[in-house]
């Protein structure tokens, strides 16, 4: 068993910067992905980003890059979000996840990570 709890959201202005936090317990070993998802109301849960635990390589989607940097501390079992330039329309719920396998044929469907976090908000006003 995996349990992942982030971390780190918050409210801030436009413009501003947060970093989210991801800490895994229990069976961390393995190979796999971290993904950071989100999903603001009434919408659907979006991928974000995503890494490997094991290996070099990052993954984004075309709205967050050149804003947002995910990295992880293997030796910490934490994956990390930085988001910078914040936008309202990046506010949501933060979630991270994990799916088994090389980033190289990671799915950026939800529907492939299990276990999930509890999520954290981050609120973006303008």
């Known amino acids: 068993q995996v349990q992942l709890v982030e971390s780190g959201g918050g409210s801030v202005q436009a413009g501003g910067s947060l970093r989210l936090s991801c800490v895994a317990s229990g069976r961390t070993s393995g190979t796999f992905v971290m993904g950071w998802f989100r999903q603001a109301p009434g919408k659907e849960r979006e991928f974000v980003a995503a890494?490997?635990?094991?290996?070099?390589?990052?993954l984004y989607t075309d709205s967050v890059k050149g804003r947002f940097t995910i990295s992880r501390d293997n030796a910490k079992n934490t994956v990390y979000l930085q988001m910078n330039t914040l936008k309202p329309e990046d506010s949501a719920v933060y979630y991270c996840?994990?799916?088994?396998?090389?980033?190289?044929?990671?799915?950026?469907?939800?529907?492939?990570?299990?276990?999930w976090g509890q999520g954290t908000q981050v609120t973006v006003s303008s």
């Open positions: 890494l490997s635990w094991n290996f070099d390589g990052t």
């Open positions: 996840a994990r799916q088994p396998g090389l980033l190289t044929l990671a799915s950026r469907s939800s529907t492939t990570y299990n276990p």
